[in-house]
Structures are given as C-alpha cells and as structure tokens.
C-alpha cells in the first residue's frame, strides 16, 4: 500500500474504520480475558473524557505539563499505599511489559555499583513468568535462569535457592502468575534475596489492582507486596484490574535511591539537556490523565465492588 495521493473526508475515514472493525472480537460481551478490562459503558465514558482532554499533551517534559507530573505522582502514590508501602517510588510507564523491562534494566545498573562482582548478571525467573522477563533479558544482556513451578504451579523456593550463585542479582516472583492466576511464594523468594543482598521483583502486573481489593473483602491470601521486607520492586498495570485506558502501567521501588537506576539523563546534546524516566521519550497524556481519573472515579469502593465482581 502506499500513501493515497489525496486525502478523504472525515466521515469516509471514520466508515472505514468502523466497516474494518466488524470481524474483531465483540469484546464487550466479555470473551476477550486479558486482552480488554471492560468497566462498563459510563466507566468507558469517563475514561474517553479524560483521554480526550489530554489526547494531546506530552508527559515527557513536566515542567510544560505541571498537571500531568501531578496526576502521575498522585497516581504513583495511591497505588504504593495500596501495595503497602506509601514511601515507594516510582514512573508510570505504558504497560506491564514497559514496568518490567525497566525493573531488570535497574537491578543490572543497580548490581553494576552493588554487586560488581556479578560480570554475567543473572536473574531467578519462574517459569510460570511473563514473557516480557525474557524480553528484558534479551534487551539488558541478564540470564534468566528458570525455577520450575511445584506441582500446585507455585515456584519453589527450595529450587530457587539452589539456583542462586555469585552472579545473581535478581529474583521474581509473580502475584499472581498469568498462566494459572497463583500466587508464587513471594514472602520466600524476597527473603532469599534479602539474606544474599539482592533484589527482589514482584510482578503484580495482573494482580497489583486486584488483590489488595480481594484482601479488604475477606479473601484469604499469603502476603505479596511491599510488607514483605525483601520485596525492592514492584509492577502493577492500572490498564488490568485498574480498568485504566490502554498504556498505563506503574513499577515502584523501595526508595528513591533504587529509582535512581532507571532513569536516563544526557547532557552534552547540541539539543540540550535530555532526561527520561523510562523507555518512551514522548509520553502520552492521555493515559496518565484517564488512569488518575478512573482512580478517582471509583474510589475504594467502586475497586471493592469490582473485585467482588470478577472474583
Ligand atoms: C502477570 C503479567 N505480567 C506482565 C504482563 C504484561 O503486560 P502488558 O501486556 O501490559 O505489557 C501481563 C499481561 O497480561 C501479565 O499478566
């Protein structure tokens, strides 16, 4: 195909696109798991609304666009008290895939200064991991040694132990696992990491909206998130159980000096000062300003009752 030479009006465009959209999948009557949250029509109205108010907007620099560093840093905030550690930094990104790459791009640069003596970084990676692990590993040169699950498809620790060696630098664990939607034993793999000195990923990217609600309703789970004293970072998709608009995600970590791994700064070009948090250069507005929308829109309660739902 090739540009069309002239242009069409604007309701030609928009049939086209409609007519295009026929054999999709009719996501809204709730056969598309993972690949839509779908919230409901006015939750879907809400997040247009927002979506479009900032439709234009770069969260690139925030000195230009104060009200976007604001919603991503309340955003930020409500989802680390959520996970347990209100003091967490961290950026919100443009998906699950996004927060994890730069969770492993940190624990390599982290490991650089703390643990020089890993030359061939390696992380401890459950087999029962999201792919976007070994995306990370490809993109940062960090070996993903696998830990098979145990017969309940939780990774075993005890496996995971007698995989670690003077090069590793990272264990994950998930909260819970895509595959099977089960909770690996994170209160294990953090302590693992924390008595070698090391860091310990949670991918909450499924879970990180989800559970803390089904918890507050009574559910019955083992401990995930930044109470656990070993846990240094954290992943959680607001575009899940968020039921954010598409591309928004969020990594936390412990402090602000581990954050600092992640961030990206570069001074001598004839552009000027260049500096990003994350993968992106440009940084959409509009799914920063949905995300912090919907969290205002439903609230705890609106979560509970959501939770509830899909549980
Ligand atoms: C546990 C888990 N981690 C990471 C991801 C990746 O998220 P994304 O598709 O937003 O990049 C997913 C996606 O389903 C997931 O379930």
């Known amino acids: ?30 056969r598309t798991f993972s690949l839509v ?20 907007e770069n969260a690139l620099n925030p000195q230009a666009f104060p009200s976007l560093r604001r919603f991503e840093t309340e955003v930020l905030a409500m989802v680390a008290d959520l996970l347990g550690h209100p003091e967490a930094a ?11 790459l730069m969770a492993v791009k940190t624990a390599r640069d982290w490991a650089r200064v703390h643990r ?44 995971a132990r007698a995989l670690l060696n003077d090069q590793t630098i990272l264990v994950v664990g998930s909260a819970p696992s895509y595959p099977q939607g089960v909770i690996d ?24 909206m989800l559970l803390p609600f089904l918890r507050k309703l009574g559910e019955p789970l083992p401990p995930f998130d930044f109470a656990i004293p070993g846990v240094t970072s954290m992943s959680c998709d607001l575009h899940k159980y968020g039921y954010a608009a598409k591309g928004a995600s969020v990594i936390l970590y ?19 000062l260049y500096g990003s948090p994350s993968a992106a250069g440009t940084r959409p507005g509009g799914p920063i300003a949905a995300a912090w929308a919907v969290l205002h829109y439903l609230g705890e309660e609106g979560y509970l009752r959501m939770a509830k739902a899909t549980i």
Do not use: N
């Open 254 to 272: 412990r402090d602000r000096a581990l954050r600092q791994f992640q961030f990206v700064a570069y001074s001598d070009w004839s552009g000027g």
């Open 116 to 159: 020089p003596q890993a030359t061939e970084p390696e992380m401890l990676l459950p087999a029962t991991a999201h792919p976007a692990f070994h995306k990370a590993a490809h993109y940062f040169g960090v070996r993903a040694v696998l830990v098979p699950p145990g017969a309940d498809f939780r990774t075993d620790a005890a496996a």
């Open 1 to 30: 195909m090739q540009l069309p030479r002239h242009g069409q009006s604007h309701d030609q465009v928009l049939a086209a696109l409609s007519a295009f959209r026929a054999r999709d999948a009719d996501w809204k009557s709730g």
């Open 37 to 56: 949250y779908y919230g409901g029509e006015e939750l879907l109205c809400l997040l247009r609304d927002a979506f479009w108010m900032y439709f234009s």
């Open 185 to 208: 034993p994170i209160t294990d793999l953090a302590a693992l990491a924390q008595e070698h000195g090391i860091l310990c990923h949670v991918d909450a990217c499924l879970g990180g």
């Open 90 to 100: 961290g950026t919100m990104t443009s998906g699950g895939t996004e927060s994890i």
